[in-house]
């Protein structure tokens, strides 16, 4: 489950686009130690339903979520379609919304973008089986969510960087870029390389370290003679089964991917004749990674 669905690439877009549109809401240079217990309260009051005695949280608070609402409230976040084709429900669009009213404008862009189901495009994946040196240098260096928000954006200035070099060198010799994949126009590439001096349009997706969990079970041996007697925990057993994989999952299925706006995937199949490398190939990203997580 954790390989097909929940690490899935798209939901780990999707995930670290949400994640992205949050941090915006508590930025550092958006908060102090007295604002910290403002966020949270904020937080509380819309997740956790007041107490009944409260009037006036009674009429907020998180039984909303679940009332039928009108629709027209998700234009508040910059609907472009009718908002049941997203496949958002409703409890789902007034979470966003309550984001989106707090979040500065780059999280509100990326919230926009999950409602318009416009998901951010894996372009780089590394897991430990791949390249363990890189792998645990990246993890050891995240160690929390601001990290993660200043590893993305230092990640990004180094694409924005080395495309734009290369750009001004195909420009300064007169070579025209091809550009294979269907419905891509001349000025992709241009419109690539402006989204990339976006914050934001670069965003790198860490599987967090589970932690350790023991499953237990009633010994089939056990259950045709016993099965009445089911709440005698003794007679449980540990699965170890379940003890090798959760020790194991982080290494074996959390690989490390690298998502961008839709509009920069153009530049993994730009190049400037049909036998030179792409702009946004793995090895032009992994040197690019190595440069902002150095040995």
Same mark, same amino acid.
């Given at each position: 489950?954790?390989?097909?669905?929940?690490?899935?690439?798209?939901?780990?877009?999707?995930?670290?686009?949400?994640?992205?549109?949050?941090?915006?809401?508590?930025?550092?240079?958006?908060?102090?130690?007295?604002?910290?217990?403002?966020?949270?309260?904020?937080?509380?009051?819309?997740?956790?339903?007041?107490?009944?005695?409260?009037?006036?949280?009674?009429?907020?608070?998180?039984?909303?979520?679940?009332?039928?609402?009108?629709?027209?409230?998700?234009?508040?976040?910059?609907?472009?379609?009718?908002?049941?084709?997203?496949?958002?429900?409703?409890?789902?669009?007034?979470?966003?919304?309550?984001?989106?009213?707090?979040?500065?404008? $780059?999280? &509100?862009? %990326?919230? #926009? +973008?999950?409602?318009?189901?416009?998901? @951010?495009?894996?372009?780089? =994946?590394?897991?430990?089986?791949?390249?363990?040196?890189?792998?645990?240098?990246?993890?050891?260096?995240?160690?929390?969510?601001?990290?993660?928000?200043?590893?993305?954006?230092?990640?990004?200035?180094?694409?924005?960087?080395? $495309?734009? &070099?290369? %750009?001004? #060198? +195909?420009?300064?010799?007169?070579?025209? @870029?091809?550009?294979?994949? =269907?419905?891509?126009?001349?000025?992709?590439?241009?419109?690539?390389?402006?989204?990339?001096?976006?914050?934001?349009?670069?965003?790198?997706?860490?599987?967090?370290?589970?932690?350790?969990?023991?499953?237990?079970?009633?010994?089939?041996?056990?259950?045709?003679?016993?099965?009445?007697?089911?709440?005698?925990?003794?007679?449980?057993?540990?699965?170890?089964?379940?003890?090798?994989?959760?020790?194991?999952?982080?290494?074996?299925?959390?690989?490390?991917?690298?998502?961008?706006?839709?509009?920069?995937?153009?530049?993994?199949?730009?190049?400037?004749?049909?036998?030179?490398?792409?702009?946004?190939?793995?090895?032009?990203?992994?040197?690019?990674?190595?440069?902002?997580?150095?040995?």
């Amino acid at each position: 489950m954790f390989r097909a669905v929940y690490w899935h690439h798209a939901v780990r877009a999707a995930k670290a686009m949400l994640q992205r549109a949050t941090l915006e809401w508590i930025a550092p240079e958006r908060r102090d130690a007295r604002q910290n217990d403002r966020l949270k309260r904020e937080l509380h009051h819309f997740a956790l339903q007041a107490s009944a005695l409260d009037k006036k949280a009674a009429t907020e608070g998180q039984h909303r979520l679940f009332e039928p609402v009108s629709l027209t409230t998700a234009r508040m976040i910059g609907f472009r379609m009718q908002p049941q084709w997203t496949g958002l429900d409703q409890a789902d669009v007034m979470a966003l919304e309550w984001i989106y009213q707090r979040t500065t404008d $780059v999280g &509100k862009l %990326l919230i #926009e +973008a999950v409602i318009r189901r416009e998901l @951010f495009k894996r372009v780089f =994946v590394i897991s430990a089986a791949q390249d363990r040196s890189l792998w645990d240098r990246i993890q050891r260096d995240i160690t929390d969510h601001d990290r993660l928000r200043d590893r993305s954006e230092a990640l990004r200035q180094a694409i924005k960087r080395r $495309v734009d &070099k290369q %750009l001004e #060198e +195909a420009s300064a010799g007169g070579k025209r @870029f091809f550009i294979s994949g =269907v419905g891509e126009d001349i000025n992709s590439i241009t419109r690539a390389s402006n989204v990339l001096g976006g914050k934001g349009m670069v965003l790198l997706d860490l599987p967090t370290r589970r932690q350790a969990e023991t499953l237990r079970f009633y010994p089939e041996d056990l259950h045709r003679g016993q099965r009445e007697e089911f709440d005698a925990p003794a007679l449980l057993a540990v699965s170890e089964l379940w003890k090798l994989l959760s020790d194991n999952l982080h290494e074996t299925a959390g690989s490390i991917r690298v998502f961008v706006h839709p509009d920069i995937d153009v530049l993994r199949s730009s190049r400037t004749d049909p036998t030179a490398r792409p702009l946004l190939d793995s090895q032009a990203l992994e040197e690019d990674l190595r440069t902002v997580f150095p040995e």
